[in-house]
Structures are given as C-alpha cells and as structure tokens.
C-alpha cells in the first residue's frame, strides 16, 4: 500500500518523504528506500543459490560485486529503489514472442524515453538534497530484486521475478546514499497459488527447475543475450522455443500476470524499429545499420556482434521452420562468419540431407 504523506508529512520536509513525493510526480508506481543491511540477506540467499545449483556458480560468481556494494563504496548506507511499470506498451507483432518484452521496452539507456528521463530527475533532485549517490544504469548497483521486496514494493516469485500488482511487468532502479534513510512500505500480493508449477513446467530448457531454483547457464536470456557464444555446439539450441533475443515464456504462463498488460502507449522509436526486427530482416541486416539502430537498445550484444543475432535466428528458424526461411539458411551456409555457416550448415544437414 502507498503511504499516503498528510500535510503535517510535508512540513516535516523528511528527506524520505520529499524524495518519495518527487519520485510519484515523476510517474513511477513505487518507491522505497531501505537501510544497507537489509541487504545482508541477499548474500545468504546467493550462497545458497550456489549450493542448490552448483554449476551456476560461474555466473553467479560475476554478479558477486551486488553482494556486498560496501566494498566498492564504503560511505553507502542506504539504498533508494524505485519501479516503473513497462506492461503498458504497444507490442509491435512483428517481435512479439521473439524478442522478451523487457528488452523491447528498456529505457536504461534509451534517452528518448520518459522512464529515463524520470531517472535523470529524481538523481538530479537526490544530489540538490545534499545526498552523494551511486547507481549503475545498466546492471545495476545491488541486487535489485531483492531490495525492492525489503522495502516492500512487491515479491519475488516462484519463477525468480519480482512482482508488484502490475504482474512481473516492472523495471527496478536502486541508488546507494552516504545517509541512513527507511522508508518500507507492506506490499498486499497474495503468494503463488498452492501447486502451481506453470513457470517450471513451460520452461523450454529446464532452466528453472523448481521454485526459485535455476542455472542461468541454460536460460534461453542467457543463451540468446550475454551467453550462448557457441550455440552450433550447444545442444540446448533446439529448445529456444520462438525466442531470437532473450525470454519471457516463464512469465507469460504466469497466472498473476494474467490481464496485467494493457496495450495503451507506445514506447518511443520502436514502431519504426520493429519491421526490421524480422526474422528475414534479421538474416538480410548489414553491420552498420546493426551498430546504428539496434545494438544501441539491445546493448547486451556488442556493436561486433551483429553474427550473433543471426546465430540466434537461424536457430529460430529451424526450430519454427517453414518452407519460405530455406532460402535464408541456404545462403548463410556461405556466409564469411565462420559460427554463422557452422549454424547454417548443421540445419541444412539436418533439414534438407
Ligand atoms: S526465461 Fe525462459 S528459459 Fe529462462 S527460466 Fe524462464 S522460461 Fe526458462
Ligand atoms: S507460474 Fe505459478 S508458481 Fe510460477 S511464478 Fe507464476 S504463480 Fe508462481
């Protein structure tokens, strides 16, 4: 529940207060601030994600500076977290199942978005109050997840997302301060329902395997984004399911997602994006459009790594194939990046031999 600030509130100009004011008049539907040690939780609950699934420690072992923020910065003792609701956008049908809905939607470093700009003013406003702040924009600066749940802004479920009552559909912000500040609202969400298992049994790679449980390593988002270098080799790259660029399939059978997303808005730039998102357009795509125009929003690929899209979408193809992609798969079997044609020609060997 929102608190709601009484006048008397306002006089009182607490600093947590005014900054949860400004944070509502820049549109985000929640706000908290927690004290650091809140945080100490999460490094137990990343211990034990390690132990439940020990070959996921490699990848866990690169998110191990969100565990402790103190030794990076040790004047931080609170950490601000706000949330904006992205389940309001227009989805074009041309990405729709292939490309997860929160990267279409980013505004981490999308300039032309409101959501951004939301987070240049409420920085702006921290700074004007005489706090020193910290953030990282793109991966953030703590776990992120788990200090919107302390401060009560919502809960984590079964399938390892964070939901408010807008469904899983938010994005999470979190800033460290140089001051003591609390302000933990009581979230009302009713927890999964008793048995349900829907998010584990949709899961096309058994990367979730059971509640809260999972190896990242086989995730399709991880497999279509930041990892998956060799997918030739990968004997999961027959399991991606409609996905070319990450994955939302664990949240789309959901049941407490159900009716949370309403096409009402557009999000900036991507009607005139999306068309070329194709998978054809995607194969036909040259390396300085890629640098241009995509690599920018899907930043999780870098501006060299136009061969990885097309990796992901000959995948793609092969697994919803249909007669008019042949001609897509027959010429990237010549095409100059060697993981490209190693691609091309397994499924040419497979589909047509
Ligand atoms: S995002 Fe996709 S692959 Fe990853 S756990 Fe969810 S359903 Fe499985
Ligand atoms: S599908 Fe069911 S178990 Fe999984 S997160 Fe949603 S409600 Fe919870």
């Not at 207060?17 to 509502?24: E, G, L, N, P």
């Not at 390396?287 to 136009?306: A, G, H, N, T, W």
Request: proline share 6%; glycine share 6%; net charge positive.
């Amino acid at each position: 529940m929102r608190k709601i600030l009484s006048r008397g509130d306002q006089m009182l100009g607490k600093m947590e207060q005014m900054i949860q004011s400004k944070a509502y008049e820049l549109g985000y539907e929640k706000y908290g601030i927690i004290p650091l040690k809140a945080m100490e939780g999460y490094a137990e609950r990343f211990e034990e994600r390690i132990q439940k699934v020990p070959a996921s420690e490699p990848f866990y072992q690169r998110q191990r500076r969100l565990v402790d923020p103190r030794a990076e910065y040790p004047w931080a003792k609170s950490v601000v977290v706000v949330v904006s609701r992205y389940g309001k956008y227009k989805i074009p049908p041309s990405v729709k199942g292939h490309i997860a809905k929160s990267f279409l939607f980013d505004a981490r470093v999308d300039t032309n978005t409101k959501e951004y700009q939301a987070n240049q003013d409420i920085e702006k406003y921290m700074q004007e109050l005489g706090l020193r702040i910290e953030t990282n924009s793109k991966f953030g600066i703590v776990g992120m997840r788990w200090a919107a749940m302390q401060a009560g802004l919502g809960i984590i479920r079964r399938n390892n997302f964070f939901y408010t009552q807008s469904g899983s559909w938010v994005g999470l912000k979190a800033w460290l301060t140089d001051k003591e500040m609390e302000l933990i609202e009581t979230p009302s969400l009713p927890q999964c329902p008793k048995g349900c298992k829907r998010c584990m049994e949709s899961c096309p790679t058994h990367s979730l395997s059971a509640d809260y449980t999972m190896l990242p390593t086989a995730c399709i988002s991880f497999l279509t984004t930041f990892g998956g270098r060799d997918l030739p080799h990968e004997p999961l790259n027959k399991h991606l399911a409609n996905c070319i660029y990450g994955c939302d399939i664990c949240q789309d059978v959901c049941p407490m997602n159900k009716g949370k997303w309403q096409e009402n808005e557009d999000f900036p730039g991507l009607s005139n994006l999306a068309p070329k998102l194709t998978p054809e357009n995607i194969m036909n795509m040259h390396l300085d459009f890629y640098r241009e125009r995509v690599q920018p929003k899907f930043f999780y690929l870098s501006p060299d790594e136009l061969w990885k899209w097309k990796v992901n979408t000959l995948c793609f193809m092969r697994n919803n194939y249909q007669e008019a992609y042949k001609p897509y798969i027959t010429a990237a079997c010549d095409d100059e990046n060697e993981k490209i044609r190693e691609m091309a020609r397994s499924i040419s060997l497979e589909l047509y031999n």
